[in-house]
């Protein structure tokens, strides 16, 4: 799970409210209210995936996300990571007219760069409606786009993805190629994030990601891994929680890595803890609350960045590639580069995300 619903559902907001005032970032507070689901699917059953087919778009529910991102370094061993995101969000559940330009489907996109060495984190954003001109996701061949910004199969098959984004300096020409095959959340790929609501939920945990990254300054051939998201929904946060924390990781060993709980509005309601654990060979494991914990060990601002991290018979410090990698856009959230350190020896590398703080 991730920041998606959240900025989605400022999307809607900011559309209604066009042209009234000067957008501002969304506090958490203003989501919790459930927007119209009638008509919509709902994740409530396990129920089988198909692939190719999951890779596309999924608008019986009301919303939708492809989530990228990865860590990449240079000959000289100088990392970056990068961030990309398209959001699908469906205003209305009334299958639209056959005209192209009334889809019924809106979508953002968020693109970032964390420059390590340079400890400078830049991200930006754009929103369309759906149109084949504009922006939409397509399961065969795969291509999710907005504008110019493209993430899409080589050939017939999903894999290799090329990735294509650019703006104000900053971009990436990066190709990516499973070398782990997908992999599903929670029960068969239901996954629960309170007592009423859940989402269908699959990740591909490492991608072999090669390429050119360019900043304003210059343009660096980089490699590294990378990790893929998909998730579909119906329904926002329960209003007990103000937030969640996120963590993926790719170990050195070879195995893959991630956790998610949620941020509880008081102390009498439960974090929903969920964690997995991914072989060299992409089998799971799925992590009991017992296995693991996090403690937060420091913050930057208000934002827990730093975490204790106990996992089965191991502590391992999560500490950030640098503090500042907020993302500044429609709704405010914490997304960067960390590693993980087993004493003083850097065992792992993955993605944060904060939100609700």
Not at 5 to 13: D, K, R, S, T, W
Not at 103 to 118: E, K, T
């Amino acid at each position: 799970m991730s920041v998606k619903h959240l900025c989605l559902l400022y999307l809607i907001l900011i559309l209604s409210a066009c042209g009234t005032e000067e957008s501002r970032p969304l506090s958490m507070n203003a989501l919790y209210e459930n927007p119209d689901v009638t008509g919509f699917s709902r994740a409530e059953k396990v129920v089988p995936f198909e692939f190719p087919r999951e890779h596309g778009e999924h608008r019986d529910f009301q919303t939708e996300w492809w989530y990228l991102v990865g860590v990449v370094a240079d000959e000289n061993q100088r990392e970056f990571g990068f961030q990309f995101t398209l959001f699908r969000q469906a205003l209305t559940s009334t299958m639209p007219s056959e005209e192209a330009w009334r889809s019924g489907q809106v979508y953002m996109a968020h693109f970032a760069i964390s420059d390590i060495a340079a400890r400078d984190h830049v991200a930006f954003e754009r929103f369309s409606r759906g149109h084949e001109r504009l922006a939409g996701v397509s399961s065969e061949p795969f291509k999710a786009f907005l504008e110019d910004w493209v993430l899409q199969s080589v050939n017939t098959t999903f894999s290799p993805l090329e990735l294509r984004t650019q703006d104000s300096g900053y971009a990436l020409e990066i190709s990516l190629e499973a070398t782990k095959p997908p992999v599903l959340h929670g029960e068969d790929g239901l996954s629960w994030k309170s007592d009423k609501n859940a989402s269908y939920y699959y990740s591909i945990p490492r991608l072999k990601a090669v390429g050119t990254l360019t900043t304003p300054e210059q343009s660096f051939e980089v490699s590294g891994e990378a990790w893929l998201d998909r998730e579909w929904s119906t329904g926002v946060l329960d209003p007990n929680y103000q937030g969640w924390n996120w963590l993926t990781l790719h170990l050195d060993d070879g195995r893959d890595l991630v956790l998610f709980n949620l941020v509880p509005k008081t102390e009498s309601v439960d974090v929903m803890p969920v964690g997995m654990l991914i072989d060299e060979n992409g089998s799971r494991t799925r992590l009991q609350p017992s296995e693991w914990a996090m403690k937060s060990m420091r913050l930057w601002r208000t934002w827990p960045v730093s975490w204790e991290l106990e996992l089965q018979d191991k502590t391992l410090a999560i500490e950030p590639a640098f503090d500042d990698q907020l993302m500044s856009t429609s709704v405010r959230y914490w997304e960067g580069v960390v590693f993980a350190f087993d004493g003083k020896e850097r065992v792992g590398t993955g993605y944060l995300e904060l939100t609700g703080y």
